[in-house]
């Protein structure tokens, strides 16, 4: 009996030393696979469409090669990441779409993320219609004439109305919205995830059958479809501040970094290498290709880059 | 691989005694409408749940959300409390994960091929070994050590935890009372469903991932500790407690020492499940293989999923294998201290000898790069299979079809029923096949997904379910007879079902949607063929148990193969089969919600939504909901022998 009492003591005892006593922020802990065996590490947040990954795999590949870090990458959708970045199990988000709520929540009340600065990309949401059939039917790009074709548009999932595609539930689309504020007969049709999403757009491809889609550039199916950008009525400020009364085009945004706040103090070569990094959007769809289409791993595309812009990135580096 | 016992009894009411009580229950519920429904028609007309009778939770759910996340890093119940635990899930997660780096590669593939040899012999050896090579050969080996320790950790405290409440069941009856309809529950829900409440408390990252896994794998270990306590052979207790033993003496000495194959089954159960909500977690930042699969699912890639998927099979079969040869060998003579530790001296050397000689980590020449070959087959497929196939059409054809013909139908005419007519089916569904207890369940938990305001994507989410049931039942059953049938089949099946049993339902997403195109229809397809083998499985054993007495004499009496199958063995199966449609319901349902990636829309799409957004208020409706259908679901299809055990899914 004694021995026993002792020895659970000694446990609890051990827990408290391991965890260490009294309080325990969990917004400081990172992640358990970072820092292993002494290497210095930086995790960074992979976004799920690939040119998120583009941009990881070249800071990864830089960061390993050139300065000597070892980085870890974790899959978070984009608002859930926010709160990674902030308690630090991200060190960094380096493709960021415009979230003003989390901004203001975490960089400007919290501030425990800071701004890493301009990715360098211009991003543009909007709809699309391949280009094959624009060409048959050129009104089709302005949205007045949308519901002409809604027959021509139709699938078992919309459900008698025309189908707009609609991607991962984690992108930023007010489309639900635009339809029923621009009285469209239309029915938004989610995929669910941008992978098949793109599976879907490519099959339709194939059969030069025509499809109406969210979609955004810079993105490397582009190159592969082209595709024509619809036009919705101008996007002015302010006019997509209630999502429930959208009834405009979606803005153009310059794409964001952001960096955990400490990491930004304290993340030393990798901090300001991360601050520093910069690219086009041409660099960037040359990257997302060789991953996407060519099926090349993101570390192997990330070196036959960097091997060919050397004079890019060597700004990049502290 | 977690199997599926079959309940033994083979009782079977013959159908007269049966009809009189089904009547009964009929005549009453029928009472009970005659009152109910003018009421209800009258108070509130139209088809759809009344919107008087909802309740709006987003609000101060949002709220609730919006609170923790503002107070995350000052309350002390954070500070003190989640904190800790947190705390402590990333420190026992680091230290495994850095002792698994530091033994290095040929270190663990040692050790785990040595502990494989001690506890289930040379043949799980070499397989052991060589499932840990090919993680390394398909350049896998971090992310499974980082997986591994994940479910180190998450294992070791499911089962502390599981033991834990199972010994508290299996020794008190009121504690007993209290967790069985929980447990029981818990095995019924979707993982997804518990993926939301543990990101609301602890945020995106491994602790969340840790604990939810803990709670979706502890029930297993519970109920089985429980079962193995409770159904110790009486005369060898009275023997023991007349030898003047304390109720502690009795429990150390007696009672768990004759409790401890269930024990073992309960570890396998726990390590299985453990497993598949290790790759589920990585939606909520779990990390390792997991996280490899989904990355690699965002690029449509599906060689490189695949490559990912293929290391959490093996090590899926592996635990499997070894922890079911552990109990088997359970009975036989102890192995010998000694030969444990030559064991453990040779691992140590081999580790020792792996860091001397720099085998840390996987070196970087060896790999197979596999991804190349399965994306030009799964291309070609698109390009060929897709459509304009002569004759049969192409599967995108015949997905369209199927949207059209059977789930645009189905879900129509589900939101067509008047809403108290749905709730008055269940009633008589689950009252027919269980008790007036498991019928009330049902129409509360069905009534409750009215009152949450997602009744109408609820019932889109039932079609779906009700289409893949139909479709796994009947290939299921006409796959189960014929491997009950012939030992040949039987022999070729069970490695396939055993592959396909642990296979991360991730992986099925993306070739259902090069096949089938995005929808309704890809989710059902993935959902037929994640619930198939245990639907086969638990046929073909229900018939094979047929007691062979009755097969005799109806062969004796000259009846042909097939009077003998529908005269004899499928009537004494019946427990079996039930068993089958409940399964079959259970696992079809965590599919079709995780359909909710590839287009299935409904409640599945709004928890993936709700994690996506960050909206959990959202997600945490539809993750209530999806809790609420799985108890219906189970409740309306609950054979009346309960099973104890079930595969992960």
């Known amino acids: 009996m004694r021995p026993r009492t002792t020895s659970v003591l000694a446990g609890a005892a051990a827990l408290a030393l391991l965890t260490g006593c009294g309080a325990a922020d969990m917004t400081q802990q990172a992640s358990p696979f970072a820092n292993a065996r002494g290497a210095r590490t930086v995790t960074l947040s992979v976004q799920s469409w690939v040119g998120a990954q583009a941009n990881v795999a070249v800071a990864q590949y830089l960061l390993e090669h050139e300065l000597g870090y070892r980085v870890d990458t974790v899959q978070v959708d984009e608002v859930p990441a926010w709160d990674a970045l902030s308690q630090g199990r991200v060190d960094a988000i380096l493709e960021d779409w415009g979230h003003p709520e989390q901004e203001q929540r975490y960089v400007e009340d919290k501030k425990t993320i800071t701004a890493g600065g301009d990715l360098g990309v211009t991003g543009h949401i909007g709809w699309f219609v391949p280009t094959y059939f624009a060409k048959e039917h050129p009104d089709v790009t302005d949205w007045k004439n949308l519901d002409k074709y809604a027959d021509l548009l139709r699938t078992a999932e919309s459900g008698g109305k025309g189908q707009l595609l609609d991607g991962s539930p984690s992108y930023v689309t007010n489309d639900r919205a635009l339809v029923k504020n621009l009285n469209l007969d239309y029915q938004v049709v989610f995929a669910g995830s941008e992978a098949a999403q793109i599976t879907q757009m490519q099959q339709f491809a194939k059969e030069k059958k025509p499809f109406l889609s969210y979609w955004y550039t810079p993105q490397w199916l582009m190159e592969k479809v082209p595709m024509t950008e619809v036009k919705l009525p101008p996007y002015e400020e302010g006019c997509d501040a209630d999502p429930e009364k959208v009834d405009c085009a979606y803005p153009v945004t310059p794409l964001q970094k952001y960096l955990n706040a400490d990491f930004a103090k304290d993340g030393g070569q990798a901090a300001e290498f991360l601050r520093n990094f910069t690219w086009t959007t041409e660099d960037q769809n040359q990257v997302s290709l060789m991953i996407a289409e060519k099926k090349m791993r993101p570390q192997e595309a990330a070196e036959k880059w960097v091997d060919s812009h050397r004079s890019v990135w060597k700004k990049w580096l502290p | ?649």
């Open chain 2, 1 to 649: 691989m977690a199997t599926i016992t079959a309940p033994a009894a083979r009782k079977t009411a013959p159908p007269g005694i049966l009809a009189r009580p089904a009547a009964r229950k009929l005549l009453a519920l029928a009472v009970l409408a005659a009152i109910l429904t003018p009421v209800a028609v009258t108070q509130w007309p139209g088809t759809a749940w009344p919107t008087a009778l909802t309740v709006d939770v987003s609000a101060p759910l949002g709220r609730a959300s919006d609170w923790i996340i503002d107070n995350r890093d000052s309350h002390p119940l954070f500070l003190y409390f989640f904190g800790h635990v947190s705390n402590a899930v990333v420190v026992a997660v680091r230290a495994v994960y850095l002792a698994l780096l530091a033994v290095g590669w040929a270190g663990v593939t040692a050790i785990g091929a040595l502990v494989a040899w001690r506890v289930a012999g040379v043949r799980l050896a070499t397989g052991t070994a060589a499932a840990f090579l090919a993680c390394g050969l398909l350049g896998m080996w971090v992310p499974t050590m980082q997986t591994l320790a994940l479910m180190v950790v998450a294992v070791l405290a499911s089962v502390a935890v599981g033991a834990l409440l199972g010994l508290a069941a299996g020794l008190s009856d009121r504690m007993d009372r209290v967790l069985r309809p929980v447990l029981d529950t818990m095995q019924v829900l979707p993982a997804f469903a518990y993926l939301l409440p543990v990101v609301l408390v602890f945020g995106i990252g491994v602790p969340a991932a840790v604990l939810a896994t803990v709670v979706y794998a502890a029930p297993p270990m519970a109920r089985l500790t429980s079962l193995g306590l409770r159904g110790a052979d009486k005369e060898v207790l009275e023997a023991v407690e007349s030898l003047g033993t304390t109720a502690r003496q009795r429990l150390l000495t007696a009672r768990i020492p004759l409790a401890r194959k269930e024990l073992l089954l309960g570890v396998n159960q726990t390590i299985m499940m453990a497993l598949s909500m290790a790759v589920i977690a990585s939606v909520i930042g779990a990390g390792g293989l997991g996280d490899r699969v989904y990355q690699a699912l965002a690029s449509v890639d599906v060689g490189a999923a695949l490559a990912a998927g293929i290391p959490i099979v093996l090590l899926a079969v592996v635990l499997d294998r070894v922890t079911s040869a552990a109990g088997e060998r359970l009975g036989e003579a102890g192995t010998s201290p000694v030969t444990w530790l030559y064991a453990l001296v040779v691992a140590a050397a081999v580790a020792l000898a792996g860091r001397l000689a720099g085998f840390l980590d996987w070196p970087d020449g060896w790999g197979l790069n596999i991804a190349e070959p399965v994306n030009r087959a799964v291309d070609w497929m698109t390009a060929h299979l897709y459509s304009g196939v002569p004759v049969v059409g192409g599967t995108a054809d015949w997905a369209a079809h199927f949207t059209s013909g059977v789930l645009n139908p189905l879900r129509d005419g589900l939101q067509w029923l008047p809403w108290w007519s749905v709730l008055l089916i269940v009633a008589a569904l689950a009252w027919l096949i269980g008790t007036w207890r498991t019928a009330l369940t049902a129409v509360l938990a069905m009534a409750a997904i009215g009152v949450l305001g997602v009744w109408k994507p609820s019932l889109d989410t039932l079609s779906q379910v009700l289409a893949a049931v139909a479709v796994t039942l009947a290939v299921g059953f006409a796959t189960g007879v014929a491997a009950a049938r012939s030992d040949r089949f039987e022999r070729l099946l069970r490695p396939v079902l055993d592959v396909f049993q642990t296979m991360p339902q991730f992986v099925y997403l993306i070739p259902v949607v090069a096949l089938f195109g995005v929808g309704r229809a890809p989710a059902v397809a993935a959902a037929v063929v994640y619930a198939l083998p245990a639907v086969v499985r638990i046929t073909a054993q229900g018939l094979r148990q047929v007691d062979p007495a009755a097969m005799e004499s109806a062969r004796s009496l000259g009846a042909t193969g097939g009077q003998q199958l529908r005269q004899v063995q499928l009537p004494l199966a019946r427990p079996a089969l039930l068993l089958a449609v409940n399964q079959g319901v259970v696992l079809v349902l965590a599919v079709v919600i995780i359909g909710g990636l590839v287009g299935g829309g409904a409640l599945g799409y709004q928890v993936v939504f709700g994690l996506a957004q960050g909206d959990l208020a959202t997600g945490l409706v539809a993750g209530a909901a999806i809790v609420c259908l799985g108890l219906m679901l189970d409740r309306v299809t609950q054979p009346t022998e309960r099973r104890t055990t079930r595969k992960g899914a």
